[in-house]
């Protein structure tokens, strides 16, 4: 029976050649892993993943609100996906939209007192959760986990969008 690459990295020095395209096959298996194990943690919340990332990216980052523009930016979605999103959390109350007095083209988009409850309360039960989520690994492991994800994302940052 032959060995899977995932049977000889355990017992290699790291030399031997592994297929790109069974790298991203393993990535994309450990991403759709991820997103379902979030989907279901984010649900007690009544949140959708993109809805997380919105109060949590406004709550942490944007205290004083942000533009649809900067917001679609942000989350790697179009304006018109962004538009809608707002839409549906505006009418759950969870964020708020703000006119410029100045420019009524320009608005500003803040999250509410009950987002910031809810937000609040999943980034602290978040934190536990993400924990366990990587806890097998060492922190050397982590600290060049996130290297090579930080420069993966600037290479297809910089050459594929």
């Known amino acids: 029976m032959e060995k899977s690459n995932e049977d000889n990295l355990d017992n290699s020095k790291g030399n031997i050649f592994i297929d790109p395209l069974e790298v991203i096959a393993k990535m994309t298996t450990v991403s759709e892993l991820a997103n379902r194990i979030n989907d279901e943690f984010y649900k007690q919340f009544k949140l959708t993943r ?11 980052f944007m205290k004083e609100g942000c533009s649809l523009s900067e917001l679609s930016k942000k989350l790697c979605i179009s304006k018109p996906s962004a538009s809608n999103l707002i839409d549906r959390m505006v009418s759950s109350e969870l964020v708020t939209r703000i006119s410029n007095s100045e420019d009524r083209r320009s ?15 999943a980034i602290n039960r978040d934190k536990d959760f993400r924990l366990q989520i990587l806890n097998f690994l060492s922190n050397e492991e982590r600290q060049t986990l996130y290297k090579i994800l930080v420069k993966m994302e600037k290479n297809m940052t910089e050459n594929f969008l």
């Open 107 to 121: 608005i500003k988009i803040l999250i509410t007192s009950k987002g910031i409850k809810i937000i609040e309360q």
């Open 50 to 60: 993109i809805q997380f990332r919105t109060l949590y990216f406004l709550h942490v």
